[in-house]
């Protein structure tokens, strides 16, 4: 019996990245703690952290390459796995060139390296077809923000922050850390603004909570904006000298006055938007606006985000001590080939729908190539290689998903179980896990950076992402872009132009720190005759010329959504997907009974009046049909006031009732393509 050990690392089963301690004993990991070292989660854990030792050694992980014959699937080996798929891709490129291929990276395996890998291996096989869960998570709202003010991913400064606005988020559930870090300010008297269709559990926190109706938050936004200018509470200095476009939106904002926000929102704007004006103008620029997925998955989705993010502009909080701040990178080499193999000749799927999306990052449209598999237009595309992604249950309109992915020449999965995803695959490859891969993570508000552990070795068959992307692009001819012998040596080269080493980031497991904060950077940029702003005009963006150009309105315009615009009488109920439970990650963790446990059952949250109206109680089954389709759902009935009437809410990931079956895959925010997910009209009658 050997000793046990500890070995530090990073948790993975979800983007926060906790610091943990893994406790191994005979070469098994015994249990899992939060690591007190760690700056960003000073030694608490979720409970989904804990269970990571679960996760590993799963009865139903797979072990070995399975290959779908006419029995079913069976075992062969890797190496067999592998050639078998190389011949078939290499087939497929010859006969239908190379854009017949694409990658699929889901949110499994993080949004740096790996999925860089899936970038550079695709276009190192000449397709431009990069996909990813992307195309319907986060970065609706991270176009807003460059096309506000050229910064990708700002980070709010809570730390520094007097007043706090979490808006369609839910930290509580979908991000522990963030939680901390909120309460910490506010008991340094930071005040709280929660803006959510649900009392959340952030919501209950909140010092001014606005239960608005879903998909008005760009009417909220600029109705705040008006307020802050009828009363003066701008930054003139920092819209007189570094913003475009103000006049035309200050003209633009007046139309949106207490009665028209009143009526958008659901809300008593008279009441609510003056508080909220004077708590911004009290705080600012100290304040931290945090936009989540609430505002993105609805048709005007971009416009509403960019509304929100111009209120930064006005406060002067733009990458300011206390604001929305722009965090200095580590220096960390990319993996893209873009520059060396641009490939938008061939145009990339989705590229002439959604221009913005692939000009920005680089995304093709996941819902487009659905179409695009079944219709064999614009051109015929034959094979997908998938990992870390679940789409039957995490894109909408399932059945359209199943019947696309199914009738793929050659469809590759690469995950820890046979998914509903994987069931349709013909070859089915078992993928590393997050303790049996070494990779980096930027902490990008805490300017960290850290090295994970290879904890456990894959078993012979088991792959990490690198060693996948290593010999397939070897097989296939493409070894070239692929010449690290493997991810230790991979690591060694990403950090090669850094101020620190592989030993540094060895030395440190709870995190490098390697820069300073350095608020208000624009200031620095324009004295040193740069850009202050990394948007077109150098400038934050009040009104957006490069959007006009494309044929989008050039203001954040508001646009009702359908169920204000025009509610329907056939679909009277406003449905709300994906508010996030803390022990579910989409479709993961329904097969780890420590968690399932906690919550056996899928609901639908409703409001008394509806339920009364329906004539339902808690855990009756009701059938909820959209244009799309139906499923039938028990009923969770809320406290009043905990869901607006006529408001519904269900969260995706279940199999047994998958709410991805009724979503839209024929409606979308006409900017960043992403999907209707959170207004959508639904009928629901008692079963
Ligand atoms: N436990 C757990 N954590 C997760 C995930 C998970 O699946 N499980 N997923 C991770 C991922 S990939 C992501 S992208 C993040 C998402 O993280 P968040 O964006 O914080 O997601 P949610 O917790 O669903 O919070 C969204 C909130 O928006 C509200 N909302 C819905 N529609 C509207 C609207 O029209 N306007 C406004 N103002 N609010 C609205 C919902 O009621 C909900 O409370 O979570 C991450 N964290
Ligand atoms: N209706 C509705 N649908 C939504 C949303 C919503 O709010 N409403 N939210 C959307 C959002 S924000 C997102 S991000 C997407 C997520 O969409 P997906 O990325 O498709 O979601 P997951 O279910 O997390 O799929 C991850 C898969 O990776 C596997 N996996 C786990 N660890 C590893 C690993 O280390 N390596 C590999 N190769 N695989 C691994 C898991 O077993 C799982 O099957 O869902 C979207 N879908
Ligand atoms: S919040 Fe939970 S699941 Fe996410 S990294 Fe931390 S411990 Fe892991
Ligand atoms: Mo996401």
Redesign the pocket.
């Known amino acids: 019996m050997s000793e046990e050990k500890i070995v530090k690392t990073l948790c993975r089963m979800?983007?926060?990245h906790c610091g943990i301690d893994v406790h191994v004993k005979d070469g098994k990991v015994v249990k899992i703690e939060g690591n007190r070292e760690h700056e960003w989660n000073h030694g608490r854990l979720?409970i989904?952290g804990s269970h990571g030792v679960e996760m590993i050694y799963a009865k139903d992980r797979i072990h070995k390459p399975l290959k779908k014959t006419e029995n079913g699937f069976v075992e062969i080996s890797l190496e067999q796995a592998l050639d078998e798929i190389c011949e078939k891709l290499g087939k497929i490129r010859d006969e239908y060139g190379a854009r017949s291929i694409g990658v699929w990276k889901g949110?499994a395996t993080g949004f740096a390296q790996e999925e860089e890998l899936a970038r550079r291996w695709i276009h190192a096989l000449g397709s431009s077809n990069y996909f990813s869960?992307d195309s319907e998570?986060?970065i609706a709202r991270l176009i807003g923000a460059s096309l506000v003010y050229g910064r990708w991913s700002a980070q709010p400064n809570y730390p520094n922050s007097r007043c706090i606005v979490?808006?369609?988020?839910?930290?509580p559930?979908?991000?522990?850390n963030m939680t901390q870090q909120i309460n910490a300010a506010r008991e340094k008297g930071a005040k709280l603004i929660v803006?959510?269709?649900?009392y959340?559990a952030?919501?209950r926190q909140a010092d001014i909570y606005?239960q608005?109706?879903?998909?008005?938050?760009g009417a909220?936004a600029h109705g705040i904006a008006r307020e802050l200018i009828a009363h003066g509470w701008i930054d003139r200095e920092f819209i007189d000298n570094y913003s475009v476009g103000y006049d035309k939106y200050e003209a633009y904002v007046q139309k949106f006055d207490y009665a028209y926000v009143s009526g958008e929102c659901g809300i008593d704007a008279a009441a609510l938007i003056p508080q909220i004006a004077a708590e911004l103008h009290k705080a600012a620029p100290r304040v931290a606006i945090y936009?989540?997925?609430?505002?993105?998955?609805?048709e005007n989705g971009i416009n509403?985000i960019r509304a929100v993010f111009c209120l930064d502009g006005l406060l002067g909080s733009v990458d300011a001590e206390g604001g929305n701040y722009f965090s200095v990178p580590s220096g960390q080499r990319s993996l893209t080939i873009y520059n060396e193999r641009p490939l938008l000749e061939q145009g990339p799927i989705g590229v002439d729908k959604y221009p913005v999306l692939y000009d920005y990052h680089k995304e093709c449209h996941t819902m487009t190539l659905m179409d695009a598999i079944l219709s064999g237009k614009p051109y015929p595309f034959k094979a997908l290689v998938m990992t870390a992604a679940n789409p039957v249950l995490t894109n909408p309109n399932t059945p359209k998903v199943k019947k696309a992915l199914a009738s793929l020449d050659l469809f590759v999965v690469r995950d820890l179980f046979l998914t509903e995803t994987a069931q349709l695959a013909d070859y089915v490859l078992p993928a590393a896990s997050y303790l049996e891969r070494s990779e980096l993570h930027t902490f990008s508000g805490l300017q960290k950076i850290a090295l994970t552990s290879r904890v456990l070795q894959p078993e012979p068959d088991v792959q990490d992402e690198y060693q996948f992307f290593h010999d397939t692009a070897h097989r296939l001819g493409a070894g070239e872009w692929f010449p690290w012998k493997d991810e230790d040596e991979l690591n060694e080269w990403l950090v090669e132009d850094c101020a620190f080493t592989i030993e540094d980031l060895k030395n440190n497991p709870s995190g490098y720190h390697y820069a300073e904060h350095q608020f208000q950077k624009y200031k620095a940029n324009a004295a040193a005759g740069k850009k202050p702003f990394n948007t077109p005009t150098g400038k934050m963006e009040f009104a957006c010329q490069y959007l006009k150009d494309l044929g989008y309105q050039e203001l954040p315009e508001y646009f009702p959504?359908r169920s204000n615009a025009s509610p329907s009488a056939e679909y009277p109920f406003t449905l709300?997907t994906?508010?996030?439970?803390?022990?579910?990650?989409?479709g993961?963790n329904h097969n780890l009974p420590g968690l399932a446990s906690a919550m056996p059952d899928p609901e639908i949250e409703m409001n008394p009046q509806d339920a009364e109206r329906l004539h339902v109680a808690s855990g009756d089954v009701v059938r909820v049909t959209s244009a799309i389709g139906s499923i039938e759902i028990p009923v969770a009935v809320m406290q009043e006031g905990e869901?607006g009437v006529g408001v519904v809410?269900i969260?995706?990931?279940w199999k047994q009732a998958d709410v991805n079956r009724i979503t839209h895959d024929d409606r979308f925010d006409p900017i960043s393509g992403f999907p209707l997910m959170?207004?959508v009209q639904v009928k629901i009658e008692k079963v």
């Open positions: 979800c983007d926060d979720c989904k949110e869960n998570c986060s979490i808006w369609g988020s839910n930290p559930h979908a991000h522990p803006i959510d269709p649900r959340s952030m919501a606005v608005v109706k879903p998909g008005s938050d909220l936009v989540g997925n609430g505002l993105e998955h609805h509403n959504p709300v994906g508010a996030r439970k803390v022990m579910y990650y989409h993961r869901i809410q969260t995706h990931g959170k207004a």
